[in-house]
Nanobody, 123 residues
Framework: VQLVESGGGSVQPGGSLRLTCAASGYTFSDYYMGWFRQAPGKEREAVATIKRVDVTWYSDSVKGRFTISRDNVKNMLYLQMNSLKPADTAMYFC??????????????????WGQGTQVTVSS
């Protein structure tokens, strides 16, 4: 199983980034997917999660600015991030969870993780 994130980088406040996560080695469409982030000295937190058929959940801190989506044909997960703020600075991880209670916010509920991609928002 492999999850590989890309698309992170440095951006000014108000800017946009699109994170991607390429999944392989398991049946992607059978798993819920999530984006998590972790800032230095803080716990890993759920940012957005998506069911197999595009039912989504967002953290209040990103609602209206971020959009999670998935392509079950290409085995890809996306996170479109707009109106970025310095508080969004963190390492971002994609993760896969076997189906269970929704909306799957606890990192311990996830079976597979990517290595992370850094997002830095600064002027």
């Amino acid at each position: 199983v492999q999850l590989v994130e890309s698309g992170g980088g440095s951006v000014q406040p108000g800017g946009s980034l699109r994170l991607t996560c390429a999944a392989s080695g398991y049946t992607f469409s059978d798993y819920y997917m999530g984006w998590f982030r972790q800032a230095p000295g803080k716990e890993r937190e759920a940012v957005a999660t998506i069911k197999r058929v595009d039912v989504t959940w967002y953290s209040d801190s990103v609602k209206g600015r971020f959009t999670i989506s998935r392509d079950n044909v290409k085995n890809m997960l996306y996170l479109q991030m707009n109106s970025l703020k310095p508080a969004d600075t963190a390492m971002y991880f994609c993760a896969a969870s076997r189906v269970g209670l929704w909306p799957r916010l606890n990192p311990t509920e996830y079976n597979y993780w990517g290595q992370g991609t850094q997002v830095t928002v600064s002027s």
